[in-house]
Structure formats: C-alpha cells, structure tokens
C-alpha cells in the first residue's frame, strides 16, 4: 500500500476522536518514546544490554511500526506528503551524498 | 509507490557501495540524529526555541524524509517489511488502544 | 558532591565487572533508551498521552537519574571531565548565547 | 563543584530572561536535538558516518556539556535536585542490578 494511503486510512480513524492530533511538541515526545524503545531493542540484539527476565521478548518490527506511525501522524499534522519526502532523501541520496562512501 | 518499493529502490542503490548498511548501532545513531534534526526544526516551529541568523531555515518535510530513509535503511538491514510493521501499528491502535482516547 | 566524584565513584564500582563499559555506541544506545523514558513521562505530565492503567507512575527524577548516569558511563570511557563539559556550557550560554532571549 | 551549584548557577542566570524556562515539551525537544548531535560526533567516531568537509570538527565534550545543561534546565523548572536523581541511579546500580553482569 502506498504510503500516502496509509496517511488517509490513519486520518480517517483519528477523525473519530475529539482530538485526532496531539499538539506537535506532545507527538514529537512520543516518537522520541518509540525511538528509545527501538533503541533497547537494538541494544539487546547488537550491544551488551542484557535483558531483565521481567521484560518481554524484543519486537523489532514493532518498534518500527510504532515510530512510521508516530512519523505518519506528525506528517499528517502538518499537511506533508511523506511520499514527497521519502522522494527527497532519496534524490539527495544519489546525487549529494552519492561519492561519500566506497563503492564496489 | 508502495513501502516496499521504496525499501527495493534503496536497496538496490546501495547495493552499489562496498558496505551496503552501516553497523545496526550506528544506523541506529544516525536515525537519532535525524529526529534531533527534526526536533530542532519542531522546537524552532512550536517550541520557544529562536533560530540563529546563521541557520538555514527549517525543512520539517526534509527532516522526515531523512527520518523516514534512516529508518527503511534499518528494516531493510533486518530483512523486515515495514508495511507488515505499520500495518501492525495500526491494527494495534485500531483495537488495543481504540478507547484510550475520547470519542466525538 | 562534585561531578568529578560522581564520576568516579561509578568507575570505581564498574571495575568490579568484567566488561565496566559497554561499546561506545551500546552506551548511546542505553541514552537513548533513557531519553525515551523520560519523554514518555514528560508526556504524561506535560502532553496529550494518557498513561495506561497497566504502567507504573511516572518518576521524572528517577528518568532524570538514569539520562545522567548514563553520560556518566560516557565520559568516564571517554576520559572527559563533565565538570569542565558543564563549564562549557554555561560559558557558552552566557557568552555566544547572552542576546539570544529577551531580558528582563 | 557540586550538581546543586550548577543548577543554581544556571537558574541565577536564566532569571535576567523574561522567560527563564522554556515549556517543558520544548525543553525536551532541545534536550533530543542534543543527544541527537551526541550521536552524530559518536557515529564519526565509532560508527560509519564519514564527516562532509563541511562540518566542524567534533566535540564530543561540548555535546555532552550541551546535553547536561539542557537537563540541568529540565531538572530546575521541576524542582529536582540532580543530586538526589543521580545518587538514586547509582544505588540502583548497586543493587537492583549488581547481578546482571559478570563480576571479574
């Protein structure tokens, strides 16, 4: 599915809400959240964090589908067309950045 | 264009590089400094912070763009599919979380 | 008690371990990990998000605690003198940055 | 000098502003944009990032300086005291979680 159409099918639920958007500092908080938890994630399979007992088993893919969303909701929030975005990084992918590594 | 495309077009342009991904810590550093970027432009745009004169103006969509390719790098480095990660996102606000929030 | 103390009393109880340091970048990741705690309970206090019944009550000071002994462990590996980091800072704040906010 | 001296210090200063403190969901996006430049000078060093000729050199004590300032600010518009938050950290690792490593 088209990311676009994920950021319509995501509006169209948190229009059932009073508040569909939370301000942008409160959604920026909470990716920094889901980010953090991406990051014990990481650490327990490639740093030396050893997991509690307590803590449930990792879900990397989880994690990751908790940060796009908090990504779509804030690209939803200001009107941005993640699709054009992706587009961009990109683009500067291939042109500006294209000698700063060692290719094959 | 699908999630997935974009995960293959990134893939196959960086198949083009001796090391294709960076070490999954220091991809994970390089996405944390993409959401401080972002942060940063959140914090100029909502937040009390003033920009310095010498600072290029702010590209909220840019930064997600960035955000966003950090991230598709990660997945790819994983062997995940990040539509199977939104859709479980939002599967999960859909039905865990459908009554956290006040209705209309 | 200084920094400087701080700073040593937990090299001191780190060298009892066999590992006292993880990897530079398994200890950015264990930062991360704690700025993402203390954002969700900034969130909880200061944004939109709603705790969930099954989470435990936020402790600012406690997730405050976690952050700087992170960057503890951080510098102690990196041989840095926070006292002279936070110096910086303030030198900083008071020099380059006195005109940047309105006055009193 | 002691972490309370540090916080006074500061918070003497910022009260010649007309805003000492920032709204605490802009502290913390600071506090990230931070740790987020933490973590590039930490991906030159021990990750793959490669520096542009662009950029400065890196100063992993400044961004460590800048990242307990800006929680230095967080902590005085609580009310904290930093010291309490750090000695209960380090007690933590005392004891909580002294068995979760291997001892020498």
């Not at 229009?15 to 889901?34: D, G, H, I, M």
Request: with cysteine; glycine share 6%; proline share 4%.
């Amino acid at each position: 599915m088209p990311l676009r159409d994920y950021q319509t099918e995501i509006d169209d639920w948190l229009q059932n809400y009073k508040q569909p958007y939370w301000t942008p500092l409160s959604q920026l908080a909470r990716l920094v959240e889901e980010v953090g938890e991406l990051s014990r994630a990481y650490n327990h399979k490639y740093g030396e964090k050893i997991k509690k007992d307590s803590e449930a088993p990792d879900d990397i893919e989880g994690e990751m589908g908790d940060v796009l969303f908090g990504l779509i909701c804030m690209a939803n929030d200001e009107g941005l067309d993640l699709d054009r975005a992706i587009q961009g990084a990109i683009s500067k992918a291939k042109t500006r950045d294209k000698d700063r590594f060692e290719k094959k």
